[in-house]
């Protein structure tokens, strides 16, 4: 394995589509890279089929870190990054998102003077009781190159004293990522895989604050049964949530469908033929956006308000979701009539060419 490359680390499924698009433009420059998986997520569904289908370079490098509490799996992150950045000395190190892996990777790196680019810098819901928000926060003020997905996070970034040489708009990864396999979404063969016709909601949940005490998943669980009263519902349940929403009495029928996480080609042709999509995730409410299906996302805030103002994301408490989506049924919905700037499936060549460019300059 080469020494002296651009090194990607992810390990959680939504790093997978963030980075496809990142890696194949630097492949296309011919710039050396390597690709290391940090095994946070390490399920076949959560996990490898995302390469297979994304065309992903298999990891030259899996750390197998796995599970546990935050502690122990940054701990873990840490101990194993550095072995492999010693081993590697990577010129740059490149993370993506708020996931306990982009935050390991980018403290281990900073202690050893690796440059590091985050791509998705800027984002906040202002909410340190998400675990992603202290790793928005702490990345970002580590790293050298700040890729922006939105306008308003360089606004974040500068109230927080990052110069604004480091920071650069450069669109949504993510959304080159949809963009370029739009003509693979196909809503109908999903549906008759999976037996469902005509209306239907999806729904994915699995945020701490959503899942993790019995009292909030039985309050979710009866949100999305009082919903599937209304509209059948598929729920492709994340396994961190599944314990929890069972012991909440979450009870499959067939207009309540559970079935487990797809892969991205499935999940997105589902979510493309969806009357609505009810979420906690944060790529959600972007692909939902751009896919013109109404989101109802289940959280008080949303480090992504672009996706209200210029999509068609709107925030919701589970008392409030019976009513939002009949409003969303009886046809209440507007869209908006522009799309955030630069999502526009060119984010992977952008932070390409500024790579090479800030490289080219270290000499
Ligand atoms: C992580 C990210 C979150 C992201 C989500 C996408 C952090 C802090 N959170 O949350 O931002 O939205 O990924 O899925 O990094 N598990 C499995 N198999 C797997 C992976 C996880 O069974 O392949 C189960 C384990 O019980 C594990 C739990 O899910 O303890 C949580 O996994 P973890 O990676 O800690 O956090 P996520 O909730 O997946």
Redesign the pocket.
Known sequence: MSTGAIAHIV????NFMKAAPVIRAIASLGLPQVLIHTG????A???DVFFTELDLPSPDLNLGV???S?AA?TAALLVTLERAFLELKPRVVVVY???????AAALVAVKLGIPIAHVEAGLRSFDMT???EA?RRLTDVLSDLCFVTSPEAIGHLAREGVADERIHLVGNPMIDTLLANLDRLDPVRIGTELGVSGMYAVATL???SNVDSPEDAARLVQALTDLSGLIPVVLPL????R?NLEAAKLVASDRLRVIEPLGYIDFLSLVRGAALVVTD???IQEETTILEVPCLTLRPNTERPITISHGTNRLIDPAGLVPAARAILEGSTILPAERPPLWDGRAGPRIAAILASELATMG
């Open positions: 390990g959680a499924r939504p946070q997520h390490y399920d569904g959560m996990s796995g599970s546990g935050h799996q998102g708020d996931v306990n892996s982009s935050l998400m675990p992603e790793n699995h945020r701490p994340h396994p961190r949530g314990p995730s944060g790529g």
